[in-house]
């Protein structure tokens, strides 16, 4: 079982940039998909970006399309989301997630999640 923590949340300004970090640990790390969900207040969790285990195969919300960019190293158990053009309904808790292929977890099918990080967008 995959274990995640998530880093690099935090508070910016409309346009601005941030870059979230997910640490895994496990040796099934480089076999796994890996993403990123977020849930605002009131509403229900989303994905937000998918990469397979060999990271060819990225996937995306429509809504971040173009401004995030999701990459990992698996010389460092670690994905990234980069987070370009941020607007204020980006606020959200993001976690990270794995599952068995970027498909799967797309639809929402997670094998493990990380506790999430805050991300709030100011106007």
């Known amino acids: 079982q995959v274990q995640l923590v998530e880093s690099g949340g935090g508070l910016v300004q409309a346009g601005g940039s941030l870059r979230l970090s997910c640490a895994a640990s496990?040796?099934?790390?480089?076999?796994?998909?890996m993403g990123w969900f977020r849930q605002a207040p009131g509403k229900e969790r989303e994905f937000v970006a998918a990469?397979?285990?060999?990271?060819?195969?990225?996937r995306y919300a429509d809504s971040v399309k173009g401004r995030f960019t999701i990459s990992r190293d698996d010389a460092k158990n670690t994905v990234y989301l980069q987070m370009n053009s941020l607007k204020p309904e980006d606020t959200a808790v993001y976690y990270c997630?794995?599952?068995?292929?970027?498909?799967?977890?797309?639809?929402?099918?997670?094998?493990?999640w990380g506790q999430g990080t805050q991300i709030t967008v100011s106007s």
């Open positions: 990469i397979s285990w060999s990271g060819d195969n990225t």
């Open positions: 496990g040796r099934t790390f480089s076999s796994a998909a």
């Open positions: 997630s794995a599952s068995t292929t970027s498909y799967t977890l797309q639809r929402g099918v997670v094998k493990a």
